[in-house]
T-cell receptor, first 113, second 114 residues
């Protein structure tokens, strides 16, 4: 069965410091990975997906199949980056007719001034 | 309102009550999802509907009963719940079948079972 692990429940950095939120996965197939973010009092929303190889709000994430990781990085954190971040793995359901997301437990990032 | 909406936003109910959560998506998607978000657990997928058919039921107790009357609406009927069912219930939708499929989430219904 697939699993997503985010080892850090809480992460606190100062403004301007680099930040890395760790995500490891276990899945026997070809993984599709996402980062979702939930700002205070806002809904969960997609931040980025590995297949797009994009940078959103200065964040990047590289899929490392050898290490089964998809860590989220930003070189210079901003206060507005403070939020809950969830790593998610997308797989096909048992019937093969639909996709489903498996989420990690989330990491609460706090960027201090 | 655009996107995914959920009502009510907050709900307090006793263990003997019957209530329903409603989700509506205005994105033209063909798949809808119910998730449970508890304080100390990952987001848990409860049900998946694709083209109005239930395609996933992740061992959810029968006191939770989903209903999808059409592709835009999803309900979660609740009866004889337990205090441990208190959580944030999130609805999401997506356009199934696309490689760039993204799930869009509603704001959630915060449920408290007394």
């Amino acid at each position: 069965a697939q699993r997503v692990t985010q080892p850090e429940k809480l992460l606190s950095v100062f403004k301007g410091a680099p930040v890395e939120l760790k995500c490891n996965y276990s899945y026997s197939g070809s993984p599709e990975l996402f980062w979702y973010v939930q700002y205070s009092r806002q809904r969960l929303q997609l931040l980025l997906r590995h297949i797009s190889r994009e940078s959103i709000k200065g964040f990047t994430a590289d899929l490392n199949k050898g290490e089964t990781s998809f860590h989220l990085k930003k070189p210079f954190a901003q206060e507005e980056d403070s939020a809950m971040y969830y790593c998610a793995l997308r797989v096909r359901n048992s019937g093969g007719s639909n996709y489903k997301l498996t989420f990690g437990k989330g990491t609460l990032l706090t960027v201090n001034p | 309102e655009t996107g995914v909406t959920q009502t009510p936003r907050h709900l307090v109910m006793g263990m003997t009550n019957k209530k329903s959560l409603k989700c509506e998506q205005h994105l033209g998607h063909n798949a809808m999802y119910w998730y449970k978000q508890s304080a100390k657990k990952p987001l848990e997928l409860m049900f998946v509907y694709s083209l109005e058919e239930r395609v996933e039921n992740n061992s959810v107790p029968s006191r939770f009963s989903p209903e999808c009357p059409n592709s835009s609406h999803l309900f979660l009927h609740l009866h004889t719940l337990q205090p441990e069912d208190s959580a944030l219930y999130l609805c999401a939708s997506s356009q199934d079948g696309g490689e760039q499929e993204t799930q869009y989430f509603g704001p959630g219904t915060r449920l408290l079972v007394l």
